[in-house]
């Protein structure tokens, strides 16, 4: 089944404690970005990757690292959380430009 | 800047009545527009999308959406709504050469039975 998968879905974590929320596609898309959901914002972009060791900043970068080793996978690491990345965060993949977007199931994180 | 907006935070149909969610957009250039929708703990799932070609699109689920050129507006309809159809949508335009998408907030429809 074509799909993108995050992990973990669910996250309580403290102030400081570094984590990474992985994410896998195997869909063979040479896109692949992340987005976090808060209410009456929408979703916002924070980091892009068109292709393998490809990466660039979304519209909210500050706070977080990726990394595209391989084509598949693009997790996002947060050195030192803190709680205004309490948020709901989401992995997508799409095989080209213009194309739709294909979203995991979402990783909510709260940050203590 | 381009941005896109959903000027309602919530929509209320009685279920079998029709259903619309309102979307205008502000881009330089033609826009590629898009709908998603966000059921209850699950991840945004692809509606719809207007690149070019006839200003009314055909998607998933019986959806549709009426791109407006004149009125920078995408918005999406369904004939005659379900209580199915009760989750969080999102209206999106590319805002650059790359491929990236500019959200709206979110239009939370609740169709009643």
């Known amino acids: 089944e074509a799909q993108v998968t995050q992990n973990p879905r669910y996250l309580i974590t403290v102030t400081g404690k570094k984590l990474t929320v992985t994410c896998s596609q195997n869909m063979n898309h040479e896109y692949m970005s992340w987005y976090r959901q808060d209410p009456g914002l929408g979703l916002r972009q924070i980091y892009y990757s068109m292709n393998v060791e490809v990466t660039d900043k979304g519209d909210v970068p500050e706070g977080y690292k990726v990394s595209r080793k391989e084509k598949r996978n693009f997790p996002l690491i947060l050195e030192s959380p803190s709680p205004n990345q309490t948020s709901l965060y989401f992995c997508?993949?799409?095989?080209?430009?213009?194309?739709?977007?294909?979203f995991g199931e979402g990783s909510r994180l709260t940050v203590l | 800047a381009q941005s896109v907006a959903q000027p309602e935070d919530q929509v209320n149909v009685a279920e079998g009545n029709p259903l619309t969610v309102k979307c205008t957009y502000s881009v330089s250039g033609n826009p590629y527009l898009f709908w998603y929708v966000q059921y209850p703990n699950r991840g945004l799932q692809f509606l719809l999308k207007y690149i070019t070609g006839d200003n009314l699109v055909k998607g998933s689920y019986g959806f549709e959406a009426e791109f407006n050129k004149s009125q920078t507006s995408f918005h999406l309809k369904k004939p005659s709504a379900l209580v199915s159809d009760s989750a969080l949508y999102f209206c999106?335009?590319?805002?650059?050469?790359?491929?990236?998408?500019?959200f709206g907030a979110g239009t939370q429809v609740v169709v009643t039975p």
């Open positions: 999106a335009v590319r805002v650059d050469s790359w491929g990236k998408l500019q």
């Open positions: 997508a993949s799409s095989p080209r430009r213009d194309g739709e977007l294909f």
